[in-house]
């Protein structure tokens, strides 16, 4: 089979809805490409929550009443749950494909989000706001995403049309 389609969209549809070998691989590729952006983001990732040296760098031990999840900072479990994801779906009749970087972590969710709705003077927003700036969120992944991002969307791109020429030349 042959696919000749104009534009990326109409080539990643097509490839979808006709080769699920194929479409196999483009997944793969696109979380490949996504890992320097989740990569970038670990890094970002302070040793401390908040304040100084001592247990939990000032975040202390926080267990969720509600369902006993722990929430406690730790650099090493919230470094280990930034992952990334493969997306695709429909937008306006058109497939859109993304390569993500989430975050799989409750005390990561607190560290990157804390402050970015509650504008309130709230003594945890406001010191995590000083010590680790108010913005953009989420914190860690924003930054990530310009630093790297471009690159994987080239990536994602190349894997798109060699993905395109394989099948056209098989």
Known sequence: MQVKVTGA?????????????????????????????????????????LGGTSG???????????????????QASIRKNVKTRFKSQMKSGVRVVKGQAVNMSPAGAIYMLAGSRNKSGHQFN?????????????????PAYYAKGPQASREIGRLIEQAINDVNNA
């Open 9 to 49: 969209a109409a080539k990643i549809d097509a490839l979808f809805r006709f080769d699920k070998v194929v479409w196999a691989g483009i997944q793969k590729g696109v979380k490949e490409a996504a890992e320097s952006v989740a990569a970038d983001a670990r890094s970002r990732v302070p040793s401390y929550g």
């Open 126 to 142: 406001s010191v995590i706001k000083r010590q680790h700036g108010s913005g953009p969120w989420p914190r860690a992944m924003t």
């Open 56 to 74: 939990a760098g000032g975040w202390g031990g926080w267990i969720a009443k509600k369902d006993g999840r722990n929430l406690s900072y730790d």
